[in-house]
């Protein structure tokens, strides 16, 4: 697997999901990082694997999209509302809300993981992990 495109096909084959599915899982993920890691941690990953930095770019493209709708439903500000952050529950929820059956969560994690090292290596795969430790406890 050469990009996260790539890694998003591959996710969809393995799992016998959509690539929409696997996408926005990926994304999401992605998404977690930013928001719970240093700026120069999701930096230098957004440097190292290819195409990570396109798709979260589409995916802040379409929640802020979702958030202004929603916001103006509710007559609050876009940003009043929470996001799932770093929390079990949170990544559960944000993973099974793209799509992925909770059988296959550890698994897809696992597989997002080994990729993420593979192209950015294991100092910074370990950093990215740290920002958000209970994404390893989706995988035991």
Not at 25 to 47: H, I, M, P, R, Y
Not at 88 to 109: C, D, M, Q
Request: net charge negative; proline share 4%.
């Amino acid at each position: 697997m050469e990009n996260m495109e790539d890694f998003v096909q591959a996710a969809a084959q393995r799992f016998g999901a959509s690539g929409e599915t696997t996408r926005s899982a990926s994304s999401g993920l992605l998404g977690a990082v930013k928001e719970n890691s240093d700026a120069a941690t999701f930096s230098q990953l957004l440097d190292r694997v290819p195409g990570a930095a396109a798709l979260v770019g589409s995916q802040n493209m379409i929640e802020s999209e979702d958030l202004d709708l929603f916001s103006r439903v509710q007559g609050m500000s876009p940003g009043m509302i929470g996001r799932p952050g770093g929390s079990s529950a949170g990544l559960l929820g944000l993973l099974t809300g793209s799509g992925i059956s909770t059988s296959n969560i550890g698994p897809f994690v696992s597989m997002f993981l080994r990729f993420i090292e593979q192209k950015a290596g294991p100092e910074l795969t370990d950093r990215v992990s740290g920002s958000l430790p209970n994404l390893k406890k989706l995988v035991e």
